[in-house]
C-alpha cells in the first residue's frame, strides 16, 4: 500500500492552554510531518491562537469525548488526504520526534491493522497499571495484540472507520474505546499495543471527574447491549457489578454506580443499534487473552 498519511486530532476544553501548545509544538517538530492537525474545542466559546497550519474547530456545547472526536474525524475525512488519524489528549506531549514515523511503518506493513494503542507513562517514566490494555500483565513493555486501547493517545485507520462507524456518541466518556475496538475486532482488524510509541502524560484518577462512576456503569450496561451475543450479556455484567462491589471503596461512589447501572439498563434508545459480535469473535478475543465477559 502507499504510505499512509497520518492526521492529528486533539480535544480540548480549554483549560490548558500552555499544555496544549507544547504538544502542538512537539507535533510540529515529528521527523515525518502530520498532513493534518485539527484541535476542536468541546464548548471552550473560543481556542487560544493556534500554530499556523492548524485547524481549529469550536462547538459550541460540550459533546463529550466521543462527540468532539467525532467531529474531529469529520472535519479530517473532509479534506480528503488522511489515512490515519491521531488522537492525542491535550495535557499530553510526545517525547520522540520519530512517532509518526513509527505509527506510519506500522500501517504501511499491515493494512488489517486497525487501531495502535501508544504506551501512556508519566513525567517518571512510570506507567499506571490501568493503562496496560491487557488482563495479568504489569509489564507495560509487553508489545502485542489486544482487545481494547488508550484512548490518550492512539492511531486509528480512516478506512476502518468508514466501515464500523465512529465513535459512541451518547456514551459522552468512559468504554468508549472498548466500544470502538469491539467493533473493529468484529470486522476482521487488528488492535496492536506499541509501547514504543510514547505518550508522556500526567498521573491521573478517572474517578475525578464527579459522573465517573455514574457513566462507568451506564456505559459498560449500553457496551453489552450493543456489543455481546444475547447469552453473554448478564455474564458480563455480572462479572462486572461483582468486580465493583469488591473493588469500590467509596460509599457514595458505589450508589451512583448502580445508579448508573440501572440508567443503562432502564434508557434502551441512546445506546444505539445492537449488532452483536459474532462468536468467532469471542473466540478471537478469548485466545488474545480478554474473553468478552471481564
Not at 105 to 132: C, K, M, N, W
Not at 147 to 166: A, C, D, K, N, V
Not at 202 to 225: D, E, G, I, L
Request: glycine share 10%.
Amino acid at each position: 500500500m502507499a504510505r499512509p498519511r497520518v492526521g492529528v486530532a486533539v480535544l480540548t476544553m480549554g483549560s490548558r492552554p500552555a499544555e496544549l501548545r507544547a504538544l502542538l509544538d512537539a507535533v510540529a517538530e515529528q521527523e515525518e510531518q502530520a498532513v493534518r492537525v485539527v484541535v476542536v474545542g468541546n464548548g471552550t466559546g473560543s481556542l487560544p491562537e493556534l500554530p499556523e497550519g492548524v485547524t481549529g474547530v469550536e462547538l459550541p456545547e460540550n459533546r463529550g469525548v466521543s462527540g468532539g472526536r467525532n467531529v474531529a474525524i469529520e472535519t479530517l475525512r473532509a479534506f480528503g488526504d488522511v489515512d490515519v488519524l491521531v488522537d492525542l489528549d491535550d495535557d499530553g506531549l510526545l517525547i520522540d520526534t520519530d512517532v509518526f514515523q513509527r505509527l506510519a511503518d506500522l500501517y504501511e506493513a499491515d493494512p488489517t491493522l486497525g487501531i495502535v494503542s501508544f504506551r501512556i507513562a508519566d513525567e517518571s517514566g512510570e506507567t499506571q497499571r490501568r493503562h496496560v490494555p491487557r488482563l495479568r500483565s504489569k509489564d507495560p513493555m509487553r508489545r502485542g495484540e489486544v482487545t481494547t486501547f488508550l484512548g490518550g493517545g492512539h492511531g486509528l485507520s480512516m478506512r476502518m472507520l468508514e466501515e464500523i462507524g465512529g465513535w459512541p456518541e451518547a456514551f459522552f466518556f468512559t468504554h468508549e474505546e472498548t466500544d470502538l475496538a469491539w467493533r473493529a475486532l468484529d470486522a476482521g482488524w487488528r488492535v496492536l499495543y506499541e509501547p514504543e510509541l510514547l505518550l508522556q502524560h500526567p498521573k491521573t484518577s478517572p474517578a475525578r471527574h464527579a459522573v465517573y462512576y455514574r457513566m462507568t456503569a451506564r456505559n459498560r450496561v449500553w457496551m453489552a447491549k450493543r456489543n455481546l451475543p444475547a447469552p453473554l450479556v448478564p455474564v458480563y455484567l455480572g462479572v462486572w457489578t461483582l468486580l465493583t462491589v469488591a473493588r469500590t471503596r467509596s460509599l457514595p461512589g458505589l450508589k451512583a454506580w448502580f445508579g448508573g447501572f440501572l440508567e443503562g439498563v432502564r434508557v434502551r434508545r441512546p445506546c444505539g443499534v445492537r449488532r452483536p459480535m459474532r462468536w468467532a469473535t469471542v473466540w478471537r478475543m478469548t485466545r488474545l487473552g480478554r474473553p468478552p465477559v471481564i
